[in-house]
């Protein structure tokens, strides 16, 4: 098999035209079925496998009235195997009645392969065959291989049911997270926000118990996948002094939050701009408007108190 002609054929698509694109080619290869399947590595949100196959429905009603998943041997064997493997009867000595029933549908011998990803899944696409060698299915392994990887990266997060609804992160905790994402040090984002190390430090272990993982990179990988970090509301107050008809806020604020300071300020907007009394810097609101703008942040919508 050409492995570029297989990448090109299957990859970015939408999952329901993946799925035919998968039947149409592991059907040229000589395969009768192909199945999917993910789950998470994590029980914490007690989500079980999701699947997707192109078994005949008589044969998906047996596997789900016999609860044959919990003795599944193709799966057993790859929650515990980072390789592919290649099968037939031998793997369902211990499930005789099992092996007997899937034989009446095709199901004979054939290949499977485990993934799993930084994102904390465990995917695995299974091919069998009534038909194919285990010397055919061997050669052309490193093939299937890819078309399993493929079928991960397709339908893996497309497949698991609404995991990001179950999942709430507070807008601030958010906010953390992008910091960190951007390289920033707890002790930065701690003056940014105005709290203590301390304080950050409770933030980033309640959102790794959000997301059940252990670390800053295992959060931001879990976060980025179910798109937790779009659409957030940061609110910032700002001290501000009415100067004439206007509202005016302190510049060191500003300083602070777009991480300028008066050098840069000034080779961004006219020297006028700035309000000096007793010796104190300010800046109008129209213009702190403006500067926002510069600085918009990507999917942080900043709202402005004034106190």
């Given amino acids: 098999m050409d492995i570029y002609k297989i990448e090109n054929h299957l990859k970015n698509d939408d999952n329901n035209s993946f799925s035919k694109k998968l039947n149409e080619l592991t059907k040229d290869i000589g395969f009768d079925h192909w199945a999917y399947g993910v789950i998470q590595n994590s029980s914490m949100f007690n989500i079980k496998p999701v699947l997707l196959n192109n078994y005949s429905e008589e044969w998906k009603n047996i596997y789900s009235e016999n609860n044959y998943l919990n003795i599944d041997s193709i799966v057993n064997n790859a929650l515990f195997s980072n390789k592919h493997f290649v099968w037939d009867s031998y793997l369902f000595k211990d ?52 078309i399993a990887k493929i079928a991960h990266a397709n339908l893996a997060n497309k497949l698991i049911p609404d995991v990001n609804q179950k999942i709430k992160l507070t807008a601030k905790e958010k906010y953390i997270l992008r910091l960190v994402a951007s390289g920033r040090i707890i002790s930065e984002i701690a003056t940014m926000l105005g709290v203590t190390d301390g304080g950050i430090n409770y933030h980033l272990k309640a ?33 501000h002094v ?56 990507e999917g942080i919508e900043r709202v402005f108190t004034f106190i």
């Avoid at 976060?223 to 001290?239: C, P, Q, T, W």
């Avoid at 104190?280 to 942040?297: E, G, H, R, V």
């Fill in 207 to 239: 959102i790794f118990k959000k997301l059940s993982v252990k670390n800053s990179n295992e959060a931001l990988s879990k976060a980025v996948m179910f798109n937790l970090l779009s659409g957030i509301d940061m609110e910032i107050k700002l001290r």
């Fill in 95 to 146: 499930n005789k009645k099992f092996w007997g029933e899937a034989r009446e549908f095709n199901i004979v011998r054939g290949f499977s392969c485990p993934v799993r990803d930084a994102y904390g899944y465990t995917g695995l696409l299974t091919l069998s065959s009534s038909a194919l060698n285990i010397n055919d299915i061997n050669n052309s392994a490193e093939s299937l291989s890819l």
């Fill in 242 to 297: 009415v100067l004439g008809k206007r509202i005016c806020v302190y510049a060191d604020d500003i300083y602070s939050i777009f991480e300028i300071d008066k050098e840069k300020l000034l080779e961004i907007i006219d020297p006028a701009e700035i309000i000096t009394r007793d010796g104190i810097d300010f800046i109008s609101d129209l213009t702190l408007l403006d500067l926002d703008l510069q600085f918009k942040l």
